[in-house]
Nanobody, 115 residues
C-alpha cells in the first residue's frame, strides 16, 4: 500500500514562492510516475506537472517557466517549486503516484495566493 503526504502549502503574496513536498511510503516510488494536480473551488482537478521515473518532465501551459517539478528517489519525495505565484494559482494541490494502472493520491495541501 502506498501513502502520500503533502506539505509546504500556505498563504503567499502574489509574486511569491512556495515549495511543495510529497513523501511516499512503499518501495515503488523510484519506478513510478509522479504528478502534481490542483483543484480550485468550483473547478475540475487539473494536471500541473508530472515527472517520469527517468526524470523527464511535462508541464501545463499555465505554469511553464514558473513551476519546477523534481524528485529525490533516495528520499521517496517529489517536489514542486512554485515561483511568481498568481492569485489564480490558488487551489488545493495534490500529488499522485501512478504505477502500471494503479493510482494513489495524497490528501492535498492548500495554496492561497493573496495580498
Amino acid at each position: 500500500q502506498v501513502q502520500l503526504v503533502e506539505s509546504g502549502g500556505g498563504l503567499v503574496q502574489p509574486g511569491g514562492s512556495l515549495r511543495l513536498s510529497c513523501a511516499a511510503s512503499g518501495s515503488i516510488f523510484s519506478i513510478s510516475t509522479m504528478g502534481w494536480y490542483r483543484q480550485a473551488p468550483g473547478k475540475q482537478r487539473e494536471l500541473v506537472a508530472h515527472i517520469l521515473n527517468g526524470g523527464s518532465t511535462n508541464y501545463a501551459d499555465f505554469v511553464k517557466g514558473r513551476f519546477t517539478i523534481s524528485r529525490d528517489n533516495a528520499r521517496n519525495t517529489v517536489y514542486l517549486q512554485m515561483n511568481s505565484l498568481k492569485p489564480e494559482d490558488t487551489a488545493v494541490y495534490s500529488c499522485n503516484l501512478y504505477f502500471f494502472g494503479a493510482s494513489y493520491w495524497g490528501q492535498g495541501t492548500q495554496v492561497t495566493v493573496s495580498s
